[in-house]
């Protein structure tokens, strides 16, 4: 079986959650099989592109593999939190959802200038939350080497956001 298939099988489909209308992926089955975590792991590594200095991870499905990613390379792990949620000084962008804004933050000392940078998200949607990551990532004069999605909606068309700031947008599984 394709590791696709494999994912696709271990994702649970939730109806009318978080609302009516919207059938939810959970991707929480995933993590009590070992054996397919670790081989999402080498999925993701084995598409990312070389030389590549740090592991941004989006709160909090973003942190589940991107912590996995970033030690299994022996790199720095990046938090991007809601506002509100980081002790030291940050930066802040602010984006649009649906119904209003929502705001993300980094710590000010995260990225160094010049490195090179993947974004990992579970879930590429509508892309306002990795797009808004990115530009936190250039407030701090890094680079956006690629962004990592375990799932991508394509018919909300995420990547058009996305490709401005990097054409390597790797989607390990579609719907």
């Known amino acids: ?5 494999e994912i696709k099988n271990a994702i649970r489909d939730v ?6 209308g919207i059938m939810f992926k959970d991707i929480t089955p995933i993590f009590e099989n070992q054996y397919l975590c670790n081989k999402i792991v080498d999925g993701f590594i084995k598409a990312l592109p070389n030389n590549i200095d740090a ?3 989006i709160e909090s499905r973003g942190f589940l593999f991107g912590i996995l990613i970033a030690n299994k390379l022996n790199l720095p792990f ?9 002790p030291y000084k940050t930066i802040s962008q602010e984006y649009s959802l ?3 804004n929502a705001k993300i933050e980094m710590h000010i ?23 808004a990551a990115a ?18 909606l394509e018919f909300l ?18 719907y």
């Open 78 to 86: 990046v938090l991007v939190r809601k506002s509100g949620k980081l």
């Open 55 to 57: 592991i941004v991870g």
């Open 157 to 174: 068309k995420g990547k058009e956001k996305l490709i401005k700031h990097s054409n390597n947008i790797i989607c390990l599984a579609q």
């Open 135 to 152: 530009q936190l990532v250039k407030q701090q004069n890094a680079n956006v080497k690629a962004f990592t999605f375990l799932v991508e």
């Open 15 to 20: 109806p009318d959650f978080p609302k009516p």
């Open 1 to 5: 079986m394709s590791l696709v298939d």
């Open 98 to 100: 649906e119904y209003g």
């Open 109 to 131: 000392d995260s990225l160094k200038k010049n490195w090179n940078v993947v974004i990992h998200d579970d879930l590429l949607a509508t892309g306002g939350t990795a797009e």
